[in-house]
């Protein structure tokens, strides 16, 4: 199972306003899943994400709602452009298992070649504007020389040089001046990325659909900032679980060949019990 809270309670881009933490009734909600099901009905293992803040202000209390009821807990910070990704984005990761053993991947090689050099993008393929062209353009870079660096501060990317650019804003309307790309010999160009050029970025094949609209591209790619770091990490969930569940039910084979009767796995939380064919129960 996969979890991901909204994170506006958490978010450093909400700094400077006011936090009631309205969405912390979402903990409690995911909390609700093991309170009304029985234990043998409970998923093997709970992916969460949320933004790096959220671990201060609920990580601890859902670790140790999830340990009492049973479940080996691992969390960890991870950073996208340490899994391949051509975009930055830190984000906060807990896996809960009815197993023990579980570790995040380790971090990859970050890439290397400017984006341009790899082939994702090049300059003739951007749409370039002069300031008095775009005015949100214009906006952010007078905020920039007045020095107004709270809240939204102008990160610009060279796509021949620079190999990964910031990130990308979830909301389209919501322009954001990290997303920027200056042009490397025209100083009064820039370009913003558009939903295509962002699913090059992401390695988002053309064949996923992901709307009608520029609009919608840029959204729903934008609802998957760390889609790299995901693919990894459900990859070595994935093989994780598959080895111990295989482990398990062989071993509870061997168990029941010799007593003849039920039995529970000992490498397993004494919830979680087998059948006499070998099956684990809570599935």
Request: aromatic share 12%.
């Amino acid at each position: 199972m996969n979890v991901t809270y909204q994170n506006t309670d958490f978010s450093k881009a909400s700094a400077g306003t006011k936090k009631e933490y309205q969405t912390m009734h979402l903990f409690m909600h995911l909390m609700r899943l093991f309170w009304d099901k029985k234990k043998s009905e409970r998923p093997k293992a709970i992916l969460l994400e949320n933004v790096p803040e959220f671990e201060k202000v609920a990580g601890n209390s859902l670790e140790l709602c999830f340990k009492d009821e049973g479940f080996s807990v691992t969390r960890a910070r991870l950073d996208s452009l340490d899994y391949g990704s051509r975009t930055r984005r830190e984000r906060y990761f807990m896996v809960a298992t009815i197993f023990e053993g579980f570790s995040f991947p380790i971090p990859h090689e970050r890439q290397r070649n400017s984006i341009q050099d790899s082939g994702l993008l090049k300059l003739e393929d951007l749409d370039w504007v002069t300031p008095s062209e775009s005015g949100t353009l214009k906006y952010f870079l007078n905020r920039e020389k007045k020095g107004m660096k709270h809240n939204h501060h102008m990160t610009t990317f060279d796509i021949t040089t620079d190999s990964y650019i910031g990130t990308i804003t979830k909301s389209h309307h919501k322009i954001q001046p990290e997303n920027w790309i200056s042009h490397p010999s025209d100083k009064n160009l820039y370009a913003y990325l558009n939903g295509e050029q962002i699913r090059k970025l992401y390695g988002i094949s053309k064949d996923l659909y992901l709307g009608e609209s520029n609009k919608l591209v840029v959204e729903s790619i934008g609802q998957s900032v760390c889609i790299q770091t995901f693919k990894v990490i459900t990859d070595k969930l994935y093989h994780f679980l598959m080895e111990k569940l295989h482990r398990s039910v062989s071993e509870i084979k061997s168990i029941i060949k010799d007593n003849g009767r039920k039995s529970e796995f000992r490498n397993c939380s004494k919830e979680f019990t087998f059948d006499d064919s070998g099956q684990m129960i809570m599935f």
